[in-house]
C-alpha cells in the first residue's frame, strides 16, 4: 500500500507509537542510503507485533514489496492449467477476496461445516493465530500475456523472460511458472497457510497447479527502519537497499504505460544455494575480501561503520582495499551508473542433500521496473563475483506485480478490459 | 484478530427466524416484480457486519424467479445457495468481489425457502413464495440420484463377481505350481479389488474386535508392508506378489495364501451383495480412491515386487469415475458447472493414463519402475490433485439434493 511505510498501520500504531516516540518511523529522519546517521540503537521496526496487519486493498501498489520485511516467507509459483480467459479472471478474484481475509487474520470461510459431507473452505492451521504482518504479494508470469487468455495487448512493455545470465546453473524444477505469490508474515504457519489454501482454490477452480516454491526464515533485507539483518553467510544484507520514496520511484514503481500498470513492478526471484559447508571453512580474511565487508560490524573495508560509503579508489601497497572482484563493488551503484534494485530475500533451507551436506541458502526476490536492472547487474556479479565460488543460482523467474485492487475489485481486473 | 468467525453455521433454530424477520440483512420484504415471465431477485454481497447477503426482494410469487448475483465488496464469501427444507434448489460459487453478475433461473412452488450463504453474518435468510404449493418433484435430482445408487451397486457386484473368478484362476496356477501363469494371472486380478476398495474396507469378520487386523477383511486380502502387521503377518495378494516376483518361487505357503484368498474374496462377494449406498457414498467412496492412487500408487510402495502400480491406478480411478457416472445425471441438475469440472477432470487423468498403455505386459500398462516413477511421478501426481479438490465437493452437493 502507498503510505503505509508513513503511516504504520492500525495496530501497530496504537500498540507501540507512545513508547516509540521520536523514533516512529513518521517522524524519525529517513536513514538514506549511504547516510552516516547510525542506526538507532532501538528500532520500532524491529519489534515484532503478531496482531499488526496490512490492508490488502489500496490505491498504491501491492503490499509485500516496500512493506518492511517481515520474517518469514513461503513463495510458491504456478503453472496455469485452464487455456480460459474467465478461469483466470475467477482466479484472480477469488485469490483477491481470499487474501484480502487472510491478511485481516480471518479465515476464507468455514473451517468445520455443519453440511454432511461437506470439506472445509478453510484448512484451519491459522485459527486463533494472529494476522501476524501477513501480505500476499501476487505476480503474473510472461505467459499470462498472451493470446490464449486475450491479454497479448496488456503484456507491460518490458514484461519478457530473463536473459540467460553467467553461472546460471538452474534445476529445471525450480524454473518460472505462470503465477507467483510471496506470503510473508512474522509467523512462518500465518505464511504458510495463506499459500495452502490459496493452492487449494487454484486447483478447486480448475486453473493452476503448483510449480516450484521455497519455504524462507529469516529476513535477509531490511527494509525502512530496520536493522540490517544477516544472510546464512553471516555478513549483514540488503545495507544499502532502496529505501526513499525517490528512490522507489526512480527505481521501483512504472510510472507510466496504462494506469492499470502504474505503482506496478518486475519481481525477479532466484533461489541461490550456498556451499554452506565449504564457506564455513573458509577463513574469515577471505569472506571479508570476497565481500568488502567487515563481517561483524558490517563496515566497508575501507571505514568503520556499517553505513559509512565504500572507498572504491582506497588502495594499500598497491593494491585495492576493496578487491576488484569483491562481491560490494560489483554490486554498488558507484560502479554501476547509479542502478539499484529493491531486495527482498530471505534465507531458507531444504535440510541436508544427498551428499551430506546442509543444503541452504538464499531466496534472493528484488523489485525494480526494468527486469534489465537485475540483468545489469547479475551480468557482473555471475561473470566475476569472487562469491561465485560459494553459491549457485539453481532457481529464476520473473514476474510483473500489477499494483493493489482497489475494494470491489480484484488483482489486474483492469487488465481484462 | 483471532480467527475463529463461523466455524460452524449456525442451528437455525425457531428463534432464529424470529431475528432474521427483525434482522436489516432483509432489504425489502416487498414482492419482488416480474419482468419476462421470471420474478426478478437480486442477491448482493457486501463485506457488512464482516460478510453479508442482502436480498432486495424477500418474496416473489410462485413461478419462475431469478436470482442475480452481485458481489460488491464481500471478501468472506463465495457462494450462496436456495435451499427447501434443507436441500440445494439452485446455486453458484465462485463468487468474488469484481467479478460480473451471475444469475440462475429456478421455478418455485409456494413455500418457505432458505438463502444459504455460508460464512455470511448471518448464513440462512427466508425467501418466501406465494401461490400454490409445487406438487412433490418425481423426477427431481434426488430421484435420479437414487436411481443411480442402484445402478452403481451392480456395478460393485459385477466388480466383485469378476475378482472371484480372476482369483480363483491364480489359486489354480500356483496349486499347479506354474509361476509364469501364476504372475500374469497376479496382474489381472489386481485390479478389481482397486475399483471398489473403498465400499469394502471397513468389513469386520464376525468374533474379532474392530482393532484385530487377523479379522480385518481388508488386511486380509490388501495389506503390504508398508502397513504390515506382525501380530498377524502377510496375507491376501502382496503375500502372493512377494513370493511370485521376489522370490520368484512358489511354496507351499504361497499355497495356502492363494487358497486363503479365494476364500476371503468369497466372504467379501457375500457381504458386497448385502450392500445399499447413498449418494453421497458413492461420493466419498470415489474421493477415498483418488486419495488411494496420492498415497500408495504414486508412491509405487502398493506393488513394490510386481511394480504393476499403474494397472491399480487405472483400477483406483475406474472405480471413482464409475461412482461419478452414477451420480453425474443429478449432479447436472443441482450444480452443472461442478459436473462439468468433475468430468473433465476424469477425462484428462483418463487421456494421460492411455499414455501408459502397454498391451504387450499382463495388467497393460508399463512397469511403474523407479525411472519411470522419477520422471512421471509429478504429473500423474497433479493430474489427480486437479480432480481431487472439485470432486471434493460433490458429496454435500448429492447429500443435500432435492
Redesign the interface.
Known sequence: MKGTDKTGVSRRGLLIGAAAGTLSAAAAPVFAEDAAAPPAPDRPEDAIDL?R?YAFYGTGEQAGIRTPPQRHVFYMTFDL?STSRQDL??LL??W???I??LM????????????????G??TGE??????ASLTVTVGLGPNVFTDTYGLAAARPALMRELKTLPSDAFDPHLVGGDLSLQACADDPQVAYHAIRDLA?IA????TA??RWSVLGFGRASAGKGQTTPRNLMGFKDGTRNIVTDADFDRFVWLTDGPAWQRHGTYQVARKIQMRIENWDTNRVSNQNAVFGRHKVSGAPLTGTDEFDPPDFDKTAEGTPVIPATAHVRLAAYETNGGLKILRRGYNYTDGINQYGLLDAGLLFISYQKDPAQFETLQTRLGASDALNEYIAHIGSAIFFVPPA?A????IA?AMFG | ?????????P?LAAGALLVLATGAAIADASVAPVTNGAAQVAITLT?DN?GSCVLDHASAPAGPVTFSVT??????L?EVELELDNRIIGEKE?L????PTVSFTLTLGGGSYQLYC??AAEETQTFMVTGAVAAVPTGGAAAILAEGTKGYAGYVTGVVDAMVTAVGRLNSDIAAGDLGKAKADYAIARPFYEKIESDVDGFVLPGFKPTDNAGNLDYLIDMRASNLDDAVGWHGFHALERDLFEAGAITDATRQAAAELVQNVGKLDALTKTLDYKP?DL??GAADLLEEVQSSKISGEEEQFSHIDLVDFAGNVEGAQQAFAFLEPGLKIIDPDLAK?VA??FASVLALLDTYRDPSVPGGFKPYTDALKASDATRLS?AI??L???L??V??K???AA
Not at chain 1, 470461510?109 to 461437506?118: F, K, L, N, S, T
Not at chain 1, 475494494?407 to 480484484?410: I, P, Q
Not at chain 2, 484478530?1 to 453455521?9: F, I, T
Open positions: 496482531t496487519s492449467t479472471q475467477v478474484a477469488r483477491s477476496g481470499a484480502a481475509q485481516a487474520g480471518q479465515t476464507i470461510g468455514q473451517v468445520e461445516p455443519d453440511r454432511p459431507g461437506a470439506v473452505f478453510d491459522a485459527l486463533n493465530l494472529e494476522p487449494r486447483k478447486d477452480t480448475g497447479a503448483t485492487p475494494e470491489g475489485e480484484y481486473q | 484478530m483471532p480467527r475463529n468467525k463461523s466455524l460452524v453455521r442451528v463485506s464482516g458481489n460488491k465488496t464481500a471478501t468472506a463465495t465462485n468474488a468481489p469484481g467479478l455460508p460464512g453421497e461420493a466419498n469440472k473433465d477432470g497433479q490433485q486437479a481431487q479438490e472439485p471434493s465437493k458429496a454435500e448429492v447429500a443435500t
